[in-house]
């Protein structure tokens, strides 16, 4: 083909897909700030401007999920719009096949796809951050801010008198809910430090940490050792074993780094490997979207029957939704390695948009 028809081709497909993602996204937004405002309907503080901009700062990371959709609908549209004018006749006729035709799409939602894991995941990554500190004060309050980096575990925790406390560990055994050499340093309002405690090791109860073989120190105090001592927190069980970061919040490129940062501390790293595969097979995924949208539409011309083959389309599309929820949960739960869990529903998708698209094509 020439490039003025690839790039015309190509826009075609581009513009159709931004055009149903804007769709998607405002819909999303509906549906995300309607769901927060009922969650913080009993809490005083939480007015509809913050909770707006809690279901924005929520957007990229329900968007990213929703794009696969939107190149679907897109796609479909823009074969549809093309075949109605005529178009595609036109480009049939004069001796192009379906795969050339479809090469300015594919590209398209490949180059959108990359665009999406490298720019725009690290991103979101951060506003989900943002989005989870303000529902863990504003809705859950449960204002506790934990990270793992390359020194250890960091736990920040607020109470309702307004201290807080720093905490750090160099190790921790989720099994046993306990972390390993730990330090507390407590404050009064921002910066006024009110004391410290080193302790050998801290095992998480209901409600409280306790701390074992503790030196407790503080400005106007002298040193003392004390065997066991209890400090309160708002931390549950669940909280610990859920590996303390999700893997929404840390960006592409963060990752690899972070999972090694997770494994040398002690957690559970496999939703993180689960994100990273993820991510990596999302192009592709685009791509199969765009296959299967062309198997569905394509036969309009010669068979008739737009609405059904439409909806078979958009039947398959939701399908993968499920697949990807089930093999994702075996790949969580170890029935299945991240690796082959991850890139399966892309594998599929993929196979079945070829095969579709060669049965209706090439006979």
């Known amino acids: 083909m020439s490039r003025t028809l690839s790039l015309y081709l190509g826009r075609q497909f ?9 769709t998607l996204l405002a819909v999303i937004l509906l549906i995300d700030t309607g769901e ?46 093309l075949t109605r004018g005529h178009e595609l006749a036109v480009v049939r006729a004069a001796g192009v096949s379906v795969w050339q035709f479809l090469a300015p799409g594919v590209i398209a939602v490949l180059a959108l796809g990359i665009l999406d894991v490298t720019v725009m995941n690290p991103i979101a990554a951060l506003l989900q951050i943002e989005h989870e500190r303000g529902v863990g004060r504003y809705i859950t309050q449960r204002p506790s801010l934990m990270q793992v980096s390359s020194t250890g575990l960091w736990l920040r925790e607020a109470d309702a008198a307004g201290d807080h406390s720093v905490m750090h560990a160099a190790s921790v055994d989720p099994l046993a809910l306990r972390l390993n050499t730990v330090t507390v340093l ?9 004391g410290r405690i080193d302790a050998e090791h801290a095992t998480l109860v209901e409600g409280a940490w306790i701390m074992a073989a503790a030196w407790v120190t503080g400005p106007s105090r002298i040193g003392e050792r004390v065997a066991e001592m209890s400090v309160p927190t708002v931390l549950t069980a ?20 972070f999972i090694s940062v997770l494994e040398a501390t002690g957690l559970s790293a496999l939703g993180h490997r689960m994100q990273w595969h993820t991510l990596l097979a999302r192009p592709f995924v685009l791509v199969a979207m765009l296959l299967i949208a062309a198997a569905a539409s394509l036969r309009m011309t010669r068979r008739g029957g737009v609405t059904p083959l439409v909806f078979a389309g958009i039947t398959i599309g939701f399908a993968f ?36 698209l060669m049965h209706l094509e090439d006979g």
């Open 186 to 194: 407590r404050f009064r309002g921002e910066d006024e430090f009110i």
């Open 14 to 22: 581009l513009v159709a897909t931004l055009a149903a993602y804007g």
């Open 238 to 257: 669940s909280h610990l074993r859920e590996s303390l970061t999700s893997p929404e919040t840390v960006s592409f490129w963060q990752l690899p780094r």
């Open 321 to 356: 939704v499920l697949l990807s929820s089930v093999i994702e949960a075996l790949g969580l739960g170890e029935r299945l390695p991240v690796m082959l869990a991850a890139w399966t529903p892309a594998s599929i998708m993929l196979m079945l948009g070829l095969a579709m």
């Open 36 to 81: 927060l405002l009922r969650r913080a309907a009993s809490r005083p503080d939480a007015s509809f401007s913050i909770v707006f901009g809690l279901a924005l700062l929520h957007l990229p990371t329900l968007g990213a999920q929703a794009l696969p959709f939107a190149v679907l609908f897109g796609a479909i549209f823009a074969l549809v719009r």
